[in-house]
């Protein structure tokens, strides 16, 4: 079944440890993309990766980081999580540019306390 | 900056009636706009994508218009069913550089009822 799977789907932290949202998908898509969802301002996106090794930010991309070192994981990481980075997470794929249906994962719910 | 909006925020209908879902956004030069439905714990799943060539796409019940010159998207819904209860999402793909962007409103939260 093509897919987007992202872990882990739910997370309570600490501010200031580390942690990776992994995201990985079936379908060979070379593009990927996180979002972030929050109660009235809608999912914004963080960054997004073109392909292998390509990356650039989105609109939100303050306090995490990213990596694309194969075709199909494209990791979250938020290297020192704080409050304001409470939200639902999501990762999407799709084949390429333009007229593209994106696919995403079921979400990954983070609480930082 | 684009920005886009969704009235009504909230709708609550019997099964059975046609509705209207509306979405609006500020700039016009939009590279594609596509409806999304939000179910809790499933994640997103695409309804409609419309180009901004075109003016209307069509789903089985569901029907999506475009009018890029007015900044305006409705979706309708015929014949509306329980099963149609979700958070509806517009999203528009603004450039097309990055046009796997999407800019998303806050949504519809509809509720059908039998």
């Known amino acids: 079944e093509a897919q987007v799977t992202q872990n882990p789907r739910y997370l309570i932290t600490v501010t200031g440890k580390k942690l990776t949202v992994t995201c990985s998908q079936n379908?060979?898509?070379?593009?990927m993309s996180w979002y972030r969802q929050d109660p009235g301002l809608g999912l914004r996106q963080i960054y997004y990766?073109?392909?292998?090794?390509?990356?650039d930010k989105g609109d939100v991309p303050e306090g995490y980081k990213v990596s694309r070192k194969e075709k199909r994981n494209f990791p979250l990481i938020l290297e020192s999580p704080s409050p304001n980075q409470t939200s639902l997470y999501f990762c999407?794929?799709?084949?390429?540019?333009?007229?593209?249906?994106?696919?995403f994962g079921a979400g990954s719910r983070l609480t930082v306390l | 900056k684009q920005e886009v909006t969704q009235i009504p925020a909230a709708l609550s209908v019997p099964e059975g009636e046609n509705l209207v879902l509306n979405c609006s956004f500020t700039?016009?030069?939009?590279?594609?706009l596509q409806w999304f439905r939000q179910d809790p714990g499933k994640g997103l799943t695409s309804l409609l994508l419309?180009?901004?060539?075109?003016r209307e796409q069509t789903s089985g019940r569901l029907n999506a218009s475009l009018d890029k010159s007015s900044g305006r998207s409705t979706l309708y819904i015929a014949a509306s069913q329980p099963g149609d209860s979700a958070t509806y999402l517009c999203?528009?793909?603004?450039?097309?550089?990055?046009?796997?962007?999407?800019?998303f409103g806050t949504g519809t939260r509809l509720q059908v009822f039998p």
């Open positions: 999407a794929s799709s084949s390429g540019m333009g007229a593209n249906v994106l696919t």
């Open positions: 379908m060979n898509h070379e593009y």
């Open positions: 990766s073109m392909n292998v090794e390509v990356t």
């Open positions: 700039d016009s030069a939009i590279y594609n």
């Open positions: 419309i180009q901004s060539s075109q």
């Open positions: 999203a528009v793909s603004p450039s097309t550089y990055n046009t796997d962007k999407l800019i």
